[in-house]
């Protein structure tokens, strides 16, 4: 099945406008000096001092960042809606991308008046903020809706069925495999840790603790490259997380009473994507809004997302022994 | 994708998941650009050798069915055309041809060779249904 994005991408430019007024701002304030006050003190006396390039990486890097956010969060929108819905999250990273353009763009004037008085810009902030936002909101009401492409279809299984209890019969050893690993996760693992890297490379000498946050926040999501693994075999269904492999969900098949087929929508019955729990279902999915609910005899319940419901349904139930 | 190993077959473990990822991706269970568990997560879970599992996805990538990628899972290739084209079928008749002569060298008369072919159509057409 091809990914195919849902939610039109130019409801993003808002963002990429904000990200080119940022350039343009930095190169015509530019030749800067090399060493410019970068912090100040709450009445805006600096408090110490760095490269003005520095404060440019992070801006720019922390408005990319949101961008990529938004643009994971916009498509798991669109793709769980049935209908048209306003997505109140859509306008989060013109928000917090306008602020910081606008902060940089009072810090530049300052820079360039050779004044060394930090004042907080509130014009540009509510100016740079208040068009990316009002365009942004503007956007998501022209939003046209479009169904998600990944149609339901659904699987025969039968075949599957009746070889799997021969196979069973015969006492022979038994692994059901499938991978989970969208795209989003793709962007998070690899382009958002590269990005938070380069931040990081400039900020090292101006702002070391900064430095080595990113870093962290860097080493630990590409650590979710791989994304989910979900393992049969005859005792037990093993939920895998990521690079190292981590054992997230671990069931004795010996223990389960019932499974079943269940539609869910990510955002709304879970609030997002990744290892959930809603208050009475513990869920494993990187995609999709269809997936299998286990049942064990303790009553504790677990989902896990699937591309092919059908088939994960069909040898779970084999495995445990519980029915057709 | 499933497998299932018979370790008192006496056809070779390589063999049994070569021939039945293959007859995952005859009936459609497996589709193009799906994805199979790591050399190492194949091999434990079945309680197998490694190298056996290497084995089997060297064949399955040489025949074009499986993408091998340093660093990659690996993953089903773009299927070869289900057409009755001049190649398919020097290929195929090459690889009769070897079973074939083994089957005479090994005393068989060529009518029971004739039967055990159509045997083994009908099991697999059977299979399918």
Known sequence: MK???????WTHLPILGLIVYLVINMITASPLPDRVPVNFDLSGQPAGYGSPWAVFSLVLGLVLLYGIISLVIDEAWARSEKRKTFNWLSPFDEIIAGVLVGIHTGYLRMLSSGLDTFSFPWVDVLVTGGIAVGLAIILEFLRPFRPNPQAVTIEDTSNLEKELK??????????YWQSQEPLWVKLVTIAMPLVMLAVAAVMWFSQPWFSLLYIAIAVASSLLYGGLKTIVTRDKITVKLGLLGLRVLNLKTSEIISAEIMEFSPIKDFGGYGIRYNGKIWAYYFKGNRGVKITLNR?????IGTNRPEQLLTVIKAVSGIGP | MWLSIDNKSSRPIYLQIILQIKEQLRRGELKTGDELPSVRELANSLSINMH???RAYLRLS??????????????????PQITNSTENEAEISARLEEVITDALLMGLSSSAVHNLLEQQINNLENAKT
């Open chain 2, 52 to 54: 056996t599992v290497r």
């Open chain 2, 62 to 79: 040489e025949q074009g069915l499986l993408s091998l990628r340093l660093g990659r899972r690996a993953t089903i290739a773009s299927l």
């Open chain 1, 3 to 9: 990914n195919r994005i849902v939610h039109p991408l």
């Open chain 1, 299 to 303: 009553k504790t319940q677990y989902l």
């Open chain 1, 166 to 175: 021969l196979r069973l019969k015969e006492n022979r050893p038994i692994l």
